[in-house]
Nanobody, 128 residues
Framework: QVQLAESGGGLVQSGGSLRLSCAAS????????MGWFRQAPGKEREFVAA????????YYADSANGRFTCSRDNAKNTVYLDLNNLKPEDTAVYYCVAHRTGHTFGDIVQAPPANLNWGQGTQVTVSS
């Protein structure tokens, strides 16, 4: 089973930037869609961004559109999430996901959680 490990989280001031990385091991991710979810304290987990297997198409939640960029390097088995113009409401644990079989960002958005491989999460804290 594919294992995902996020890194790059931390504490940043409002308006700042971070780059989250997600490295995969135990398998290749070159043919499946990947994405990011987040969960803030006291809130439900929510979708953030997704990218299809070939990197040609991405999809973002409204809260992320225009500020976050999802990309991937299949040669490195790694997916990235660039967070720009961060706001305090972006504070959350960010989780990397890989669909078990699906290829498109739609597969990520519509998938039941059990159809996704999940990382352990990385904390992003944005101070005002």
């Amino acid at each position: 089973q594919v294992q995902l490990a996020e890194s790059g989280g931390g504490l940043v001031q409002s308006g700042g930037s971070l780059r989250l990385s997600c490295a995969a091991s135990g398998g290749t991710l070159g043919t499946v869609a990947m994405g990011w979810f987040r969960q803030a304290p006291g809130k439900e987990r929510e979708f953030v961004a997704a990218i299809n297997w070939s990197s040609h198409s991405t999809y973002y939640a409204d809260s992320a559109n225009g500020r976050f960029t999802c990309s991937r390097d299949n040669a490195k088995n790694t997916v990235y999430l660039d967070l720009n113009n961060l706001k305090p409401e972006d504070t959350a644990v960010y989780y990397c996901v890989a669909h078990r079989t699906g290829h498109t960002f739609g597969d990520i958005v519509q998938a039941p959680p059990a159809n996704l491989n999940w990382g352990q999460g990385t904390q992003v804290t944005v101070s005002s």
